[in-house]
């Protein structure tokens, strides 16, 4: 996986892992509209791409920036597809494997990235947006309808999906952040989270790119403490950035999906040659992989419309109680210095 040169802050680099960064170190930071100089507390909230391919070493770098828990939005189909993770062994290893006519077998190392995460003292909490069956070939092209719109309709439809399905997920990281003690260590009720050393803190939240579940999570959160739309939407748009160097990667991914395929004959296939389906496609897909601010700009005014707002999803879907809401603002937002 290329490192690629990316600004810092907010970006991280370090090697496979991509799209790293400190989601409160916009430019210019995060400021919080109607207050006395506050702003959006930096070193406490991390959003990267899926991080499974990351060694022993990436770990114990994450730690070091201050990350103690790692959330994990992806649902089960791309975690068990996010890194295959086999080596050849020989049987007897006690993991699951699959023999060989030679008496080799694959040894399934998935969980070892855990491990290592694990070893280096961070904590992972699966928390999938959608869980199980949502990304079969046919499910894939309902959805691939809404991200491919010339305009951000497709994606504003895509990122409601997202909130109506999200509140489980979303609460148990708010909840985690809703214990964290107040800046310059002050603690309320006597402690932070357990086990939590006060100089590390850090959540990180992913799920496979870093852009649309992790994107909204972080829009929802922002608005709540009072982030103008349009710092919100660029700090969004921040994932351009971030994943910039291996957009084509990911376009040709995209390109080659059975349901992405199957959704781009049925819909565009009619008169077309092979060769202008497939342009449609790329076309299609480069839209699929952006983050322009617009898309942002739309889902915070549907939060605005379906939900009175990002508290009252906060209230309604997620289930935050007041005694959480005040905790999760004392404990994110500081002095702007």
Same mark, same amino acid.
């Given at each position: 996986m290329p490192t690629p040169t990316l600004p810092q802050p907010p970006f991280f680099t370090i090697p496979n892992i991509n799209n790293l960064r400190d989601a409160a170190l916009l430019p210019g930071g995060l400021p919080i509209k109607n207050t006395n100089n506050k702003k959006v507390r930096p070193g406490l909230l991390f959003r990267s791409a899926e991080p499974s391919q990351l060694p022993p070493s990436g770990w114990h770098t994450l730690s070091s920036l201050g990350i103690a828990r790692v959330f994990d939005l992806r649902s089960k189909p791309e975690v068990e597809k996010g890194w295959k993770g086999t080596r050849? $062994? #020989? +049987? *007897? $290893? *006690?993991?699951?494997?699959?023999?060989? @006519?030679? *008496?080799?077998?694959?040894?399934?190392? =998935?969980p070892r990235w855990i491990q290592d995460l694990e @070893?280096? $003292?961070? #904590? =992972?909490?699966w928390v999938p947006v959608f869980e199980e069956s949502d990304y079969s070939p046919a499910r894939l092209a309902e959805r691939y309808v809404k991200y491919m719109d010339e305009s951000v309709d497709g994606f504003v439809q895509a990122y409601a999906d997202i909130l109506r399905h999200a509140g489980p997920a979303f609460g148990e990281i708010l909840r985690y952040l809703a214990q964290v003690p107040a800046a310059a260590g002050e603690q309320r009720d006597g402690e932070g989270p357990s086990g939590e050393q006060p100089e590390r803190l850090g959540a990180l939240v992913h799920c496979t790119a870093g852009k649309d579940r992790t994107g909204i999570f972080f829009g929802v959160l922002f608005a709540f403490l009072g982030v103008e739309d349009e710092a919100i939407a660029a700090e969004y748009n921040l994932t351009e950035t971030g994943l910039g160097h291996m957009r084509d990667e990911i376009v040709e991914r995209l390109? #080659?999906? +059975? *349901?992405f395929r199957e959704y781009m004959i049925k819909n565009h296939g009619e008169g077309l040659s092979e060769e202008e389906i497939a342009e449609f496609g790329r076309k299609a897909a480069f839209r699929m992989s952006g983050a322009r601010k617009e898309s942002m700009l739309g889902s915070l005014e549907l939060l605005r419309r379906e939900y009175g707002g990002a508290e009252g999803y906060l209230r309604k879907v997620v289930g935050l109680t007041d005694r959480e809401l005040e905790r999760l603002r004392r404990a994110l937002v500081v002095d702007a210095d």
């Amino acid at each position: 996986m290329p490192t690629p040169t990316l600004p810092q802050p907010p970006f991280f680099t370090i090697p496979n892992i991509n799209n790293l960064r400190d989601a409160a170190l916009l430019p210019g930071g995060l400021p919080i509209k109607n207050t006395n100089n506050k702003k959006v507390r930096p070193g406490l909230l991390f959003r990267s791409a899926e991080p499974s391919q990351l060694p022993p070493s990436g770990w114990h770098t994450l730690s070091s920036l201050g990350i103690a828990r790692v959330f994990d939005l992806r649902s089960k189909p791309e975690v068990e597809k996010g890194w295959k993770g086999t080596r050849t $062994g #020989k +049987p *007897g $290893g *006690g993991c699951d494997s699959e023999q060989h @006519a030679n *008496g080799d077998v694959d040894v399934d190392v =998935r969980p070892r990235w855990i491990q290592d995460l694990e @070893a280096a $003292g961070l #904590k =992972r909490h699966w928390v999938p947006v959608f869980e199980e069956s949502d990304y079969s070939p046919a499910r894939l092209a309902e959805r691939y309808v809404k991200y491919m719109d010339e305009s951000v309709d497709g994606f504003v439809q895509a990122y409601a999906d997202i909130l109506r399905h999200a509140g489980p997920a979303f609460g148990e990281i708010l909840r985690y952040l809703a214990q964290v003690p107040a800046a310059a260590g002050e603690q309320r009720d006597g402690e932070g989270p357990s086990g939590e050393q006060p100089e590390r803190l850090g959540a990180l939240v992913h799920c496979t790119a870093g852009k649309d579940r992790t994107g909204i999570f972080f829009g929802v959160l922002f608005a709540f403490l009072g982030v103008e739309d349009e710092a919100i939407a660029a700090e969004y748009n921040l994932t351009e950035t971030g994943l910039g160097h291996m957009r084509d990667e990911i376009v040709e991914r995209l390109s #080659k999906a +059975p *349901g992405f395929r199957e959704y781009m004959i049925k819909n565009h296939g009619e008169g077309l040659s092979e060769e202008e389906i497939a342009e449609f496609g790329r076309k299609a897909a480069f839209r699929m992989s952006g983050a322009r601010k617009e898309s942002m700009l739309g889902s915070l005014e549907l939060l605005r419309r379906e939900y009175g707002g990002a508290e009252g999803y906060l209230r309604k879907v997620v289930g935050l109680t007041d005694r959480e809401l005040e905790r999760l603002r004392r404990a994110l937002v500081v002095d702007a210095d």
